[in-house]
């Protein structure tokens, strides 16, 4: 119990922490992180997923953002469930570490569903233009993403105060293996995410 406790504690505070920066926490590191996060093998289904966790993001539906990540509610659940009896249910490393996958993800589609919708207009064209690997090995993939405002009242400007008219975003698409299935992680970096939060956008073009 007193493990269990000591797990939500910081978890709680992780998140917290997370709050307080306005950004979700940064991918932990470690080896089982590695070794159980792979890159998308294949380039264009990955892209077809991550266009279709940002429109669910731009329409504001947690169901489809959820949908896209290969997420149920019933998983996050049993995965917090399990979490807060972890000695009862005599979890793995590798088992526990599926659960905290699952919560963040979960956390990830509150927060930028929440945080995102002012850049993602729901009159805006949300295109994934490039995806390369990245890490070493490479372990994710960084979707460039252009998003082009179709009015200038909708759009965005940027710190300087003009009104932008397109805009590239670098969206990181993580796979995980759990064992109920391959789930799909769509994040910002965190430096990536203060660059967004201070409207220091890559501009491609202004109205």
């Known amino acids: 119990m ?29 080896k089982v992180q590695a070794e159980q996060t792979t890159a998308p093998k294949d ?15 731009q329409a504001g539906d947690k169901t489809k953002m959820y949908q896209a990540a290969n997420l149920t509610p019933a998983q996050v659940t049993a ?3 399990k979490l807060i ?9 590798a088992q526990r570490l599926d659960c905290e996958r699952v919560l963040k993800i979960s956390g990830d589609v509150d927060f930028y569903a929440a945080k995102l919708r002012k850049i993602l207009a729901p ?7 490039q995806s390369a690997p990245a890490g070493t090995p490479a372990s994710h993939l960084v979707h460039t993403v252009s998003v082009t405002y179709s009015s200038k009242t909708d759009a965005v ?13 670098p969206l990181q698409q993580f796979d995980h293996p759990v064992e109920a299935g391959d789930v799909h992680e769509f994040a910002f970096a965190g430096t990536d995410f203060e660059k967004m939060a201070t409207k220091d956008f890559e501009v ?4």
């Open 2 to 30: 007193r493990n269990a406790v000591r797990l939500i504690i910081v978890v709680v505070v992780a998140a917290a922490v997370a709050a307080c920066n306005g950004k979700p926490a940064d991918q932990p590191a470690g």
């Open 43 to 57: 380039v264009a289904a990955a892209q077809v997923r991550a266009t279709s966790f940002l429109t669910a993001l």
């Open 79 to 81: 995965s917090r469930d």
């Open 85 to 93: 009896h972890i000695k009862q249910n005599k979890m793995t490393d």
């Open 123 to 129: 009159t805006a064209t949300i295109k994934i233009t």
């Open 157 to 169: 400007q940027d710190k300087t105060g003009k009104t932008v008219k397109e805009l590239k975003l």
């Open 204 to 207: 491609v073009s202004y109205f």
